[in-house]
């Protein structure tokens, strides 16, 4: 129940959630049921500030469909979210996102008639200018005021100088190379400046080299802007070169969770995964 006009400010105070500023991310239970498929089924982890946290397992193990549940694209069968200790069961993605929940797609979601710094000023806008004010702008088609367009243009060049895309800031989305693609969506993402980033396969279509230099960019991320990230992986040496911890998902099950050497030589991840070659 949010607070009403009638209650003290005490009360208001006392009914506040305090900020758990360590867990990020708190999933319990989390189930999400396909007609008769358990997608997802009894998931339970916290992320903790500052990790980067893997998510691996064989195709059609549920990552993906948890990474939805996450972010509320989809609403669960059952089970609870909390995002730095406050619940969030059953929100919209756009409050998450407003919260600060952003992430990346496995099936790369840019509009690619818009150039590289139309689509991460698009994400931008609706951050500056959320909530009512944005609404209300948005439905009287209001232009943003001058001043506030030129500092998102200007924050938005900063993150496509971040993700190395800065040259090529006014070509048509469509026109970049797979890798590059990724890349722009997580500057797309990042204008949301999210405390939590989602990346689902952000490696996938990408070269060694390119891999090798979004791994160094996403502890970057980390270190230097203090996002905490839950990453989507099948691409090993990656995963266990960068991630702090691993849970593992088989058949929409939890089976491993741990430090990355540990998870490798876990005998149900390997049998998880030779299953999936067999
Ligand atoms: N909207 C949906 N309706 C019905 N079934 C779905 C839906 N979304 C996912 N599934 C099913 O749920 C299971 C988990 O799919 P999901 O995409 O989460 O797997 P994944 O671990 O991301 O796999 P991959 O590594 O191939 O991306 C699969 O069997 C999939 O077919
Ligand atoms: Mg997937």
């Not at 979601?109 to 609404?135: C, D, M, P, Q, Y």
């Not at 969506?185 to 952000?202: F, G, S, V």
């Not at 080299?209 to 230097?224: V, Y």
Request: hydrophobic residues 40%; negative net charge; charged residues 25%.
């Amino acid at each position: 129940m949010p607070p009403t006009w009638e209650m003290t400010e005490e009360e208001i105070r006392a009914r506040r959630v305090p900020v758990d500023e360590q867990r990020v991310l708190d999933v319990r239970h989390m189930t999400r049921q396909f007609g008769g498929l358990l997608a997802v089924s009894n998931v339970s982890f916290v992320v903790e500030k500052g990790e980067i946290f893997g998510l691996i397992g064989p195709n059609g193990a549920g990552k993906t469909t948890l990474f939805n549940l996450i972010t509320g694209l989809i609403q669960p069968t059952s089970g609870q979210l909390y995002f730095r200790g406050e619940e969030y069961t059953g929100q919209r993605p756009h409050y998450i996102a407003q919260k600060g929940i952003a992430r990346t797609f496995q099936n790369i979601r840019l509009f690619g008639s818009l150039s590289a710094l139309e689509n991460v000023k698009i994400a931008r806008h609706t951050h500056t200018f959320g909530g009512i004010f944005g609404l209300i702008a948005g439905v009287l088609n209001l232009p943003p005021a001058p001043e506030d367009e030129r500092k998102t243009t200007a924050r938005a060049m900063e993150l496509l100088e971040m993700v190395g895309l800065a040259e090529r800031a006014h070509v048509q989305a469509r026109n970049f190379a797979y890798g590059d693609q990724r890349r722009l969506e997580i500057a797309r993402a990042l204008a949301l400046e999210p405390r939590l980033l989602l990346l689902d396969e952000p490696a996938a279509g990408m070269n060694a080299q390119e891999k090798q230099g979004l791994s160094d960019f996403i502890r970057m991320l980390r270190d230097k802007f203090s996002i905490t990230i839950l990453l989507i992986e099948h691409h090993v040496p990656l995963v266990m070169g960068l991630c702090d911890r691993i849970a593992v998902l088989d058949f929409g099950q939890l089976i491993a969770l741990g430090d990355p050497r540990r998870v490798q030589h876990d005998p149900a991840v390997i049998e998880a995964y030779l299953g999936d070659e067999g």
